[in-house]
């Protein structure tokens, strides 16, 4: 098996301009979930989808960011504007299991590193 | 809210000997796993090992094993004849309705 994918590897991009992050989750698994990094707030969850509905998206910071499923092998998290503060390591990370919950375990993707200048 | 803390910021072992990482976390469920992930310079996030709260048994996985004490909260990861491909960021995660993870410990392990 390949993995969960994510695209691109790194991001640069400048404020104000749309970013968009791209997974590939892995075949069979029902959950999604993305994830930010950053040295000052560690690890975060930002949104999980479980068989593409969105589930929890407490965790996105504000409008700007949106993320969608249109079908069980993709996904998409935008930033839009961009700001500099978004710079960050962004994760996404897949799961299997009947109850499709965050209790199964999660295998995650190499991560986007995000520079927003 | 559910938090989980690692109050080792960094650690340091010899080859070949044991190190043991701390995690405590803070829940009023019953029902949960926790987890230990190690994320290596890649930045690539890797399962070590999972422990369902419900099991008494402390999960071990090779080299690796963790003390579990439900009671105190405290799910602490002992890595066992260390090397040097150990060496990375080690995360502590508590999942109950969400996944909630510690701010990591730097391992570095000396030659």
């Known amino acids: 098996d390949a993995g969960v994918i994510q695209s691109p590897r790194h991001e640069v991009t400048e404020m104000g301009q749309e970013v968009t992050l791209r997974c590939k989750p892995i075949s069979g698994h029902n959950s999604l979930f993305w994830y930010r990094q950053t040295m000052m707030r560690g690890l975060e969850l930002l949104i999980y989808f479980n068989n593409n509905v969105p589930i929890d998206d407490s965790g996105m910071p504000e409008d700007r960011f949106s993320a969608k499923m249109p079908n069980a092998s993709f996904s998409t998290l935008k930033i839009q504007p961009s700001e500099p503060r978004d710079s960050a390591v962004y994760f996404c990370a897949s799961s299997s299991g009947t109850s499709g919950s965050v209790k199964n375990i999660q295998y995650f993707g190499a991560g986007t590193r995000l520079s927003v200048l | 809210a559910q938090t989980v803390t690692q109050s080792q910021p960094e650690m340091s072992v010899q080859e070949a000997e044991t190190v043991t990482l701390s995690c405590t976390y803070d829940t009023s469920e019953s029902d949960y796993y926790l987890f230990w992930y190690k994320q290596p310079p890649s930045r690539q996030m890797i399962l070590v090992i999972r422990?369902?709260?419900?099991?008494?048994q402390n999960a071990t996985e090779n080299r690796f094993s963790v003390n579990f004490q439900k009671a105190a909260k405290s799910f602490s990861l002992k890595i066992s004849d260390s090397q040097l491909g150990d060496a990375a960021m080690y995360f502590c995660a508590y999942s109950g309705n969400k996944l909630v993870f510690g701010a990591g410990t730097i391992l570095r392990v000396k030659s």
């Open positions: 422990q369902e709260a419900y099991k008494q």
